[in-house]
Structures are given as C-alpha cells and as structure tokens.
C-alpha cells in the first residue's frame, strides 16, 4: 500500500514539471508569433512608406505638393488612404471571430500596407537621421517596455481604464489643435502621448500574455496572436510618432 501510494505520489509530481514545460513552451511559441506577426507589419508599413517617398508619381497620388516640394495636404486618393488604416481595425475588431485565420492575416498585411501610404509623409516633414535616431529610440524602449509587461507580477488591468481615458484625451486635443494650431497644445499632446503608449505596451503586452491561457488553441489561438500583434503594432508606431514630433528634427 505504501509503495503504491509513493509511486502514485512521484506519478503526479513528475506529470506537473511537464505539464509547466508544455504551457511554457506553448506561452513563448505563441508570444513570438505575435512579435513576428507585429515585427513584420511595421517592416511592410516601413517600406511602402518609403516606396511612396522615394517615387515621384507616386506621392503625387496622395499629395499636393508646394513648388519647393513640401507637403500642403492630401488628395482625395491621400484621404482614403489616411482614414481606410481606422476602418480596417474596427473590421478586424468585429469580425475577427466569425473570420477564417487567412483572412484575418490578409486584413492584418492590408491594414499594415495602407498604413505606409499614410505614413509616407513623414519622409518629406523630417530628416533622415532624425528618422532612423529616432526609429532606434522608440524600438528600445519599446522592446524594454513590452519586456517588463510580459515578465512583471503586478497585475496592470487596473492601468486600462485610465490610459483609455488617456487616449481619448490625446484624440480630442489633436482635433482642437487642428483649429487652434497651438505650439504648447502640440507638445503637451506629444508628451502625454509618449506616456499613454508607453504604458500601453506594457499593458498589452500583459493582456496578450494573459489571452493565451483562456483560448482555446488551434485557430483561436492563432487568431489571438494576429489581433495581439496588431494592438503592439498600434502602441509601437503611435509611440514613435509622438516621439518624432518631440525630437524629429524638420526639414
């Protein structure tokens, strides 16, 4: 009896590691597939953007230009593609459940290429090396922040309400200054956009780590990792973006 007893014992304690290993093993396949998934998105928006720059004809398409060759707004074909990027993520935030993985990763790419001909702009508004500094900038911190939502124990659902509220803010100041074209209103955006993305990463990151765990697997867990990686695609450009309208130096 005690004999079949330990060995029920060492059974169970031997099967637990295993089981660990498995979720683990599992969890980090899953985490790089949203870092690949997102790492890939910012690569095509990336070159499209700078496809867009570098041609010409093709930034007539989307852009009136001034005889010294700054930018002096959008065409309509520049209009579609600066709101479509938007019209993509409430799709994809609808119908992600009731889509196939391939089209969801269709509408993720798609959403990711149109987003590099509205940012293409920024390729006539800032230099080069401000570019790339800057670039560098946001993807450490970026890397640091998503590193320390993934690894920390202290639960970050209570960060979600308030760096909403955070983003509606920065939405609705941006709006005003397009009217009231205040400098201070602009950098005051700038920097509290800087802090609402930062703690998003850090947020989702934590979110998209906790999604793993009540999927369901399969197709379901693919799917998670294609709206994680949208959601770190998101906090990544909208964090360089504001970053580049603090220290981006102007052409």
């Given at each position: 009896m005690p004999e079949q007893f330990?060995?029920?014992y060492a059974a169970h304690t031997t099967a637990r590691p295993r089981a660990d290993a498995s979720v683990d093993q599992g969890l980090r396949s899953y985490m790089l597939s949203v870092y690949n998934y997102m790492a890939s998105g910012v690569l095509l928006t990336g070159i499209i953007a700078a496809l867009v720059a570098a041609?010409?004809?093709?930034?007539?398409?989307?852009?009136?230009?001034?005889?010294?060759?700054?930018?002096m707004g959008y065409t309509g074909l520049g209009w579609v593609a600066l709101l479509a990027p938007l019209g993509f993520v409430f799709f994809m935030g609808f119908k992600a459940s009731s889509m196939s993985l391939r089209t969801l990763q269709l509408c993720f790419?798609?959403?990711?290429?149109l987003f590099g001909l509205s940012l293409s702009s920024i390729f006539f508004m800032y230099t080069g090396a401000s570019l790339a500094r800057v670039f560098f900038i946001s993807a450490a911190s970026f890397g640091a922040l998503s590193l320390w939502g993934y690894t920390t124990k202290k639960d970050l659902t209570g960060m979600g309400t308030f760096l909403f509220m955070g983003l509606i803010g920065i939405i609705i100041a941006g709006l005003v200054n397009i009217f009231l074209q205040s400098s201070a209103l602009y950098f005051i955006v700038s920097v509290v956009g800087v802090l609402v993305f930062a703690g998003l990463t850090a947020y989702d990151t934590q979110k998209i780590k906790e999604n793993y765990y009540v999927s369901g697997g399969g197709e379901s867990t693919a799917k998670l990792a294609v709206m994680g990686a949208l959601s770190l695609y998101l906090?990544?450009?909208?964090?360089?973006?504001?970053?580049l309208?603090?220290?981006g130096d102007r052409r």
């Open positions: 330990d060995r029920r041609t010409p004809a093709l930034a007539e398409l989307f852009y009136r230009f001034t005889p010294d060759g700054r930018i790419w798609g959403f990711a290429a906090d990544f450009i909208n964090l360089f973006l504001m970053l309208r603090l220290f």
